[in-house]
């Protein structure tokens, strides 16, 4: 019936495993969970072997980083069922009936997204991720529908398999922002997508630093792809901004006007409680500067 695929990267995936395979067992559905470690070499993975005692679960260990998308591809390729239930390590599911809310589901769409909840970090320096996520991506199912390729999220989502096989062959791209790309290329194929709400809690939030770098990998992700012609149809806010600005040849010009301020918007994204909508200048600044 399901195949529940677990990306896995120097993380303690036992608890998340256990937790599903017990979910699958009181279903008595025909399921099989699998996780793959993306060549990390952590000693983690001393813990993830048990992986293998609980019922038809596997943990295999990669030994060549593919990165992200390649991973999934891989974890796609290796399962035996025609829905996919893609599921990220670090996260952990609300509800108890998790995976029932999933398998109702089946046959009744192409693809459905879950959704997510943002825990509050007691760590002050996480304020950007985590006020992002809790205003940006923590966002109820009638909304996400009404615009669906918009809220697009690889960490919580079931598949039919030909379908995200073919999909995730198409993603090059090993850096960060390829949710993005994710959305793109389910919007030209127009694929029939469902939001729901079966989130997954997100616990462990990156650090401002941290979120600040993979945001500017996912913007060079974004722009590449973009001046290659691969992002034809899309859902992007700030690329169709950008789109705008470079029309009316502004560009030059509102970068000159951020850069004044640009010590306030930096120093913003360091704040336990950011205002988004300086974030989104600084990111537009970025998207001009490289394009």
């Not at 989502?157 to 790309?181: H, P, Q, W």
Request: proline content about 2%; aromatic content about 12%; hydrophobic content about 35%.
């Amino acid at each position: 019936m399901i195949s529940i695929l677990i990306p896995c990267y120097d993380y303690n995936a036992y608890p998340l495993v256990s937790k599903l395979e017990k979910q699958a067992l009181i279903l008595n559905i025909s399921f099989e969970i699998i996780c793959i470690d993306d060549a990390s070499f952590s000693s983690k993975n001393e813990t993830n072997q048990k992986i293998n005692l609980l019922t038809n679960s596997r943990f295999i260990e990669s030994k060549k980083n593919l990165g992200r998308i390649k991973n999934r591809l891989l974890l796609a390729e290796n399962s035996q069922y025609n829905w996919l239930l893609f599921i990220d390590v670090d996260t952990n599911p609300v509800s108890e009936s998790f995976l029932k809310n999933y398998t109702s589901l089946i046959d009744k769409g192409t693809i459905f997204f879950g959704g997510s909840v943002y825990k509050k970090s007691e760590n002050s320096n996480c304020g950007l991720r985590y006020t992002f996520g809790k205003k940006r991506e923590e966002i109820n199912s009638i909304k996400r529908n009404k615009n669906p390729f918009k809220y697009i999220s690889s960490r919580n989502f079931m598949c039919k398999r030909d379908a995200i096989i073919e999909t995730l062959s198409k993603i090059e791209s090993v850096s960060y922002g390829n949710d993005y790309i994710f959305g793109s290329i389910l919007k030209k194929k127009n694929i029939d997508i469902i939001h729901f709400d079966n989130p997954v809690l997100i616990e462990n939030i990156d650090e401002n630093s941290i979120f600040i770098r993979k945001t500017n990998q996912a913007l060079d992700n974004i722009v590449k792809c973009y001046k290659q012609g691969k992002l034809e149809k899309h859902s992007i806010s700030l690329l169709k901004v950008y789109r705008v600005i470079d029309s009316l040849f502004l560009k030059d010009i509102f970068i000159k006007l951020t850069n004044i301020f640009r010590d306030k918007i930096e120093q913003n994204l360091y704040k336990e409680n950011p205002n988004l909508f300086l974030f989104d200048i600084y990111r537009l600044n970025y998207i001009c500067k490289i394009n």
